[in-house]
């Protein structure tokens, strides 16, 4: 299985600013994803990270907001931007091999903004 | 649209007991089926997937899914407090994107 780190782990921001998370993965994998977690809730699919091309966003994400990058098959940043309370929640990247059709999860950034 | 549903608990078993959790899915192009365990606090981690109809079983761990009905279940045998967590079902369709349900929360009373 995959190993997969994201950093930094956890971040407490103020309104207005925006953060980049880092996620990296001890394999190349074919496919990676960025999610989102609030508190209590379930995974919502903020995009997938296409490597070498600009990153599939999901209905209501959008890439001024939350712009990934994927320069190689073991890493991607996702950045929240112009920060506000609501984007307080867990971000996690994702990973997937497209042979294995198994999918792991880093271990999560939990971002607090004031 | 592709829902994934299952009942969000909270699910209380006593230690030894069986855990049975259900999840139900609305495309019947899905392919492949998954469940994971949440801790608090943690992130998801694989515990099972199933392909093909019928049973499948990992030490304790029982997945099955009926197609035909749509639906896949997780069976935990011997429940014991540490698996106390919210367990996610995942399913796979055509494309390449997995789609969650909301959780189960199930709670292993000793």
């Known amino acids: 299985s995959a190993v997969i780190s994201q950093k930094p782990s956890r971040d407490i921001c103020q309104r207005g600013t925006s953060l980049t998370i880092q996620c990296q993965v001890d394999?190349?994998?074919?496919?990676m994803f960025w999610y989102r977690q609030q508190p209590g809730q379930s995974l919502t699919l903020i995009a997938t990270?296409?490597?070498?091309?600009?990153?599939?966003?999901e209905s209501g994400f959008v890439i001024d907001k939350f712009p990934i990058s994927r320069p190689n098959l073991t890493f991607s940043t996702l950045t929240v931007s112009n920060m506000s309370p609501e984007d307080s929640s867990i971000y996690l990247c994702?990973?997937?091999?497209?042979?294995?059709?198994?999918?792991?999860f880093g271990p999560g950034t939990r971002l607090l903004v004031l | 649209q592709k829902e994934v549903e299952q009942n969000s608990g909270p699910l209380s078993v006593p230690e030894g007991a069986i855990a049975s959790l259900n999840c139900t899915y609305s495309?019947?192009?899905?392919?492949?089926f998954f469940w994971y365990r949440q801790y608090s606090g943690k992130s998801p981690e694989l515990i099972m997937f199933?392909?093909?109809?019928g049973d499948k079983e990992d030490g304790r761990f029982t997945a099955q899914l009926n197609k035909a009905s749509q639906y896949v279940s997780l069976l935990i045998r011997d429940s014991q407090p540490s698996d106390s967590a919210t367990y996610l079902c995942?399913?796979?369709?055509?494309?390449?994107?997995?789609?969650f349900g909301t959780g189960t929360s199930l709670t292993v009373i000793p």
């Open positions: 199933i392909y093909s109809n």
């Open positions: 990270a296409n490597q070498g091309s600009e990153a599939t966003y």
């Open positions: 495309d019947r192009g899905s392919q492949s």
């Open positions: 394999s190349q994998v074919t496919m």
């Open positions: 994702s990973a997937r091999d497209k042979a294995q059709e198994t999918q792991y």
């Open positions: 995942a399913v796979k369709y055509a494309g390449n994107q997995f789609y």
